[in-house]
């Protein structure tokens, strides 16, 4: 019960900073269009401070940042995936973002808005012309000095193993020449795994979010053994992660 109680102020928190910075947001969004040809990067910058804030409020959490000392700008970032809590702490240190998403959104319009302001592309129910239209959109956006986030795993694993990779990620590596980010998170699940929404423990939990060295689609002869060696390296990332949490 207490659990529970915990998670309700965390979704109270989270949900409640996007609620009330929202319309702000939104009606700064609006004044950059006039001077800005990409407004919804400020609307994205937005969102990245109302993560950090949901992270330093919400009781029981820590979030443990183990970056590069300069991030990447211009490139894929891959991450294992355990919760819902990824996306947030990703968005807190990656700027100028697409993020690719498999769930449905659709029925939702107004959070659909929202999203696509954000910068989440969603797949879920979509026909093929219309995700080969999202990996067009993924190009222009890398070709054009932005960002990208996958979760390769395509959904949320439970425990230290990782699911098998998709290769989307690591074609588009080799076709556009970028190189891809790998990192690697451990904890979120035992806070919130999927389908929860109480949180699962009592015991304030680390988060830990570690920035593997860059990987370059030059060094490998094919996107499939690039997509092979980054599960490789991250799975023993992981492990090592899951022994000191």
Same mark, same amino acid.
């Given at each position: 019960?207490?659990?529970?109680?915990?998670?309700?102020?965390?979704?109270?928190?989270?949900?409640?900073?996007? +609620?009330?910075?929202?319309?702000?947001?939104?009606?700064?969004?609006?004044?950059?269009?006039?001077?800005?040809?990409?407004?919804?990067?400020?609307?994205?910058?937005?969102?990245?401070?109302?993560?950090?804030?949901?992270?330093?409020?919400?009781? %029981?959490?820590?979030?443990?940042?183990?970056?590069? %000392?300069?991030?990447?700008?211009n490139a894929i970032f891959i991450s294992t995936h355990q919760s819902i809590l990824d996306f947030p702490a990703l968005s807190t240190f990656i700027r100028k973002y697409l993020f690719f998403a498999n769930v449905n959104l659709g029925s939702l319009p107004l959070i659909a808005y929202i999203c696509n302001l954000a910068g989440v592309s969603y797949?879920?129910?979509?026909?093929?012309?219309?995700?080969?239209?999202?990996?067009?959109?993924?190009?222009?956006?890398?070709?054009?000095?932005?960002?990208?986030?996958?979760?390769?795993?395509?959904?949320?694993?439970?425990?230290?193993?990782?699911?098998?990779?998709?290769?989307?990620?690591?074609?588009?590596?080799?076709?556009?020449?970028?190189?891809?980010?790998?990192?690697?998170?451990?904890? +979120?699940?035992?806070?919130?795994?999927?389908? +929860?929404?109480?949180?699962?423990?009592? *015991?304030?939990?680390?988060?830990?979010?570690?920035?593997?060295?860059?990987?370059?689609?030059?060094?490998?002869?094919?996107?499939?053994?690039?997509?092979?060696?980054?599960? *490789?390296?991250?799975?023993?990332?992981?492990?090592?992660?899951?022994?000191?949490?």
């Open positions: 019960m207490y659990g529970c109680i915990l998670g309700s102020i965390g979704h109270f928190i989270y949900f409640g900073l996007l +609620a009330v910075l929202i319309i702000p947001g939104y009606i700064i969004y609006l004044i950059a269009r006039l001077f800005m040809k990409e407004p919804k990067y400020v609307f994205q910058l937005g969102s990245s401070y109302s993560y950090k804030l949901f992270f330093l409020l919400t009781p %029981k959490i820590v979030l443990k940042k183990d970056l590069k %000392k300069e991030i990447p700008t797949i879920s129910g979509k026909g093929i012309d219309k995700i080969s239209k999202i990996y067009d959109d993924f190009e222009k956006h890398l070709k054009d000095g932005k960002n990208i986030i996958f979760f390769p795993e395509g959904t949320r694993h439970v425990d230290c193993k990782l699911k098998p990779f998709k290769r989307g990620a690591f074609r588009l590596s080799k076709k556009t020449s970028k190189p891809i980010v790998p990192i690697v998170m451990e904890g +979120a699940y035992k806070l919130l795994p999927r389908k +929860a929404f109480c949180f699962r423990t009592t *015991k304030k939990t680390t988060i830990h979010v570690k920035m593997l060295d860059t990987l370059y689609p030059e060094d490998f002869a094919s996107d499939k053994e690039m997509m092979v060696y980054a599960q *490789k390296i991250m799975q023993e990332e992981k492990d090592k992660l899951c022994d000191i949490s």
